[in-house]
T-cell receptor
């Protein structure tokens, strides 16, 4: 079934690391994505990971994938006030299935 | 290099009316997808257009229809508007030949149905 789950809220002190978690239900997912949405704006693609990878790092962002547990996480190092936003994970089931299935989003709040 | 653009930014319509939303894809992209994002929710896939045809469709009624033009731009049409159609409508573009299938989103059109 289609059910991508995320925690609704996360508060992190400025300068600390943020870890946003996501679980998905379909082990045949080919690609898993992280998007950022700021208030009143569209979605910004942050990064994505192919299902045969365990980890991907891009500057302050680290994505970890545990296929056995169907668990995806996004770590943001040295969290800044500009990182305040809603973060969505999304899955694409398999090659040829074009749609992205999104979670409900995690609102990240930065504490000064 | 222009990103994905959408028009209008905001729209207010009355129940029962029809609406058309427009999207221009990122330069070089040939595929357009439309999503509906209700308040406090993640985006829901409506449909995708490639080579001027609907390639895949989500669980939306036939009141939702679309079109893709030869220049790859796209329209989303919604007929017989319901109050529940109030949402942010997002357009995403991608390049079909690209592995990873990165979809880049526009800023959205906020539709309010009264």
């Amino acid at each position: 079934g289609e059910d991508v789950e995320q925690s609704l809220f996360l508060s992190v002190r400025e300068g600390d690391s943020s870890v946003i978690n996501c679980t998905y239900t379909d082990s045949s997912s080919t690609y898993l994505y992280w998007y950022k949405q700021e208030p009143g704006a569209g979605l910004q693609l942050l990064t994505y990971i192919f299902s045969n990878m365990d980890m991907k790092q891009d500057q302050r962002l680290t994505v970890l994938l545990n296929k056995k547990d169907k668990h995806l996480s996004l770590r943001i190092a040295d969290t800044q006030t500009g990182d305040s936003a809603i973060y969505f994970c999304a899955e694409r089931w398999d090659f040829g299935n074009e749609k992205l299935t999104f979670g409900t989003g995690t609102r990240l709040t930065i504490i000064p | 290099d222009a990103g994905v653009t959408q028009s209008p930014t905001h729209l207010i319509k009355t129940r029962g009316q029809q609406v058309t939303l427009r999207c221009s894809p990122k330069s070089g992209h040939d595929t357009v997808s439309w999503y509906q994002q209700a308040l406090g929710q993640g985006p829901q896939f409506i449909f995708q257009y490639y080579e001027e045809e609907e390639r895949q469709r989500g669980n939306f009624p036939d009141r939702f229809s679309g079109h893709q033009f030869p220049n790859y731009s796209s329209e989303l049409n919604v007929n017989a508007l319901l109050l529940g159609d109030s949402a942010l409508y997002l357009c995403a573009s991608s390049l079909s030949a690209q592995r990873g299938y990165e979809q880049y989103f526009g800023p959205g059109t906020r539709l309010t149905v009264t």
